[in-house]
């Protein structure tokens, strides 16, 4: 239970910094500040962690890799459609990849209840992700008059780029988040084989994010330049600094419960953090709850007591 409540966690982590970089009124330098923000955090400890095991670099190089592709598909999902669809259909294809991969390819196998745990999971993400334009008429009315900044997120965007006023059946940010999905699955296999062949999640991880933040501020600032990271404001490098923080401590937990249970358990109970992440669209975005999605988290809980219940 220790474990599931941590997974559980990390995705609350997860989604709040997925929320910053949908907030950003430039979402290029939000991720090569939560990039900044992992390096300056990771590479002075990685004196203080063991070296992974040999036999787990080739699956550590291809994760970071994987990660990079990740966060471009990320970033354009969040360009194309509003923060409380995109993320759970990202989000919530994933496990389902993953069960399929670790039971065919891992030889890891499920109990009949966790794996309807991991399909009621699924679902009911699926739901959340479907359901119909959750943007507000009073967003709609304030369209293009105010700003993510003046609702607590890091600042600058209007409200219609930031709350993806009238994109929600945009074919595109549909492909793209699914297309996240499966990049997801890749990177949760890679790094749940390299962990464990690792011999210590502590290491792996910091030597991931080790490699993989300052690729991603040089793949930034070579498509962006340094003006993308000048003149900003200090409110915006505080926000990602902090979601980079907020990144590498969900995933270090992540990998970490990725020795101790099942790849599938684990990548569908990460990915209950997009209940918060439908609350934080609601609160900070102005996308509405509604029955549905209501009733889409409480097939998520749902699923939850099923895989922590056996």
Request: proline share 3%; net charge positive; with cysteine.
């Amino acid at each position: 239970m220790t474990t599931a409540l941590a997974v559980i966690f990390a995705g609350v982590l997860h989604a709040t910094w997925n929320a910053i970089a949908k907030g950003a009124s430039d979402r290029w330098a939000s991720f090569a500040l939560i990039g900044i923000g992992q390096a300056v955090l990771i590479v002075p400890l990685l004196g203080l962690v063991p070296v992974p095991a040999a036999s787990a670099w080739p699956w550590l190089l291809g994760s970071v890799v994987l990660h990079l592709i990740y966060m471009g598909l990320l970033l354009t999902s969040y360009q194309l459609g509003d923060f409380s669809q995109v993320y759970p259909l990202a989000r919530g294809s994933a496990p389902l990849i993953v069960a399929l991969v670790a039971a065919t390819a891992l030889g890891e196998s499920l109990t009949w209840l966790q794996f309807g745990g991991v399909a009621a999971i699924c679902a009911g993400l699926g739901v959340l992700a479907f359901a119909p334009n959750t943007t507000s008429a009073s967003a709609i009315a304030t369209e293009g008059t105010a700003e993510v900044g003046d609702v607590g997120l890091a600042g600058g965007g209007t409200t219609g780029e930031a709350r993806g006023v009238g994109r929600v059946r945009d074919r595109r940010a549909v492909g793209a988040a699914l297309t996240t999905g499966v990049s997801i699955a890749a990177y949760t296999v890679l790094d749940g084989v390299g962990v464990r062949a690792a011999h210590g999640a502590s290491g792996y991880s910091a030597w991931l994010f080790a490699l993989e933040a300052p690729l991603t501020v040089g793949i930034v600032l070579a498509l962006r330049g340094r003006r993308s990271l000048s003149g900003l404001p200090v409110r915006t490098w505080a926000m990602g600094l902090t979601g980079g923080v907020l990144a590498m401590a969900g995933y270090g937990i992540v990998l970490w419960a990725q020795t101790r249970g099942a790849l599938a358990a684990v990548a569908a109970l990460r990915e209950t953090g997009v209940i918060a992440g439908a609350v934080i669209g609601a609160v900070f975005f102005a996308e509405r709850m509604g029955a549905r999605r209501i009733a889409a988290a409480c097939v998520v809980a749902a699923g939850v007591v099923l895989i922590t219940g056996t």
